[in-house]
């Protein structure tokens, strides 16, 4: 079975703060993809990234940095100096090589950055 | 170049009802998967369109259909509408299978089932 969980429902942090979202997947597949989604208020999922397995390079887009760690099957995602422009749900999600197109998403993170 | 396009944005049905739903992929992409969510659920995978053929299905009842036409859009209906049906159905287009590149969202269609 796959899984993505997200523990953190919700978080709340002052401007310009650091923030970290966990993810956490179970998969029995060798080959997999792990992506960050955000949805703003909007509607629409985001693109954020792309990691496959058998890359463990963590990856820095500005003030995005992305943490993979297959020995705790975890990818997690940190905001360096949020923004109010952050605020947003964001969602971890996996897709096993065996599930086909099947994107599994984790329950989402919703994230108040407050002024 | 324009985004993923759904329509309607917003619609309400009454029970037993049905309805059909629309999506205009990004120019250029040949699959599109459609999405159900909920606060209850989250995001479920409902299924995948490629090439005209359905290429994957979630765990949804057959009174969740889809198509995709020759031009690559989709629709996806749900027939007999019961108000647990009642959600954002959100659309995603990429260039080639769903299952390595990233996916592009359309903002959704909510449906409110009454």
């Known amino acids: 079975a796959q899984k993505v969980t997200q523990a953190q429902t919700e978080i709340s942090v002052v401007e310009k703060e650091d923030v970290t979202l966990d993810c956490v997947y179970e998969t029995r597949d060798t080959t997999y993809y792990l992506f960050w989604y955000k949805q703003p208020p909007s509607g629409e999922l985001v693109f954020l990234i792309r990691?496959?397995?058998?890359?463990?390079q963590n990856e820095i887009s500005g003030r995005y940095s992305w943490n993979f760690q297959k020995s705790t099957s975890s990818f997690n995602f940190t905001i360096t100096a949020s923004q109010v422009v952050d605020s947003a749900v964001y969602f971890c999600?996996?897709?096993?090589?065996?599930?086909?197109?099947?994107?599994?998403f984790g329950s989402g993170t919703r994230l108040s950055i407050r002024p | 170049k324009a985004g993923v396009t759904q329509t309607p944005r917003y619609l309400i049905k009454t029970r037993g009802q049905q309805v059909t739903l629309s999506c205009s992929p990004i120019?250029?992409?040949?699959?599109v998967s459609w999405y159900q969510q909920t606060p209850g659920q989250g995001l479920q995978f409902l299924f995948e369109y490629f090439s005209e053929t359905q290429r994957n299905k979630g765990n949804f009842p057959g009174r969740f259909s889809g198509r995709q036409f020759s031009n690559s859009r989709s629709e996806m209906n749900v027939s007999t509408l019961e108000l647990g049906d009642s959600a954002l159905y959100l659309c995603?287009?990429?260039?080639?299978?769903?299952?390595?590149?990233?996916?592009?969202f359309g903002e959704g269609s909510r449906l409110t089932v009454l």
């Open positions: 990691r496959n397995s058998f890359d463990e």
């Open positions: 120019s250029g992409h040949r699959s």
């Open positions: 999600a996996l897709r096993g090589y065996s599930s086909a197109s099947k994107i599994i």
């Open positions: 995603a287009s990429s260039k080639d299978r769903a299952n390595t590149g990233e996916l592009f």
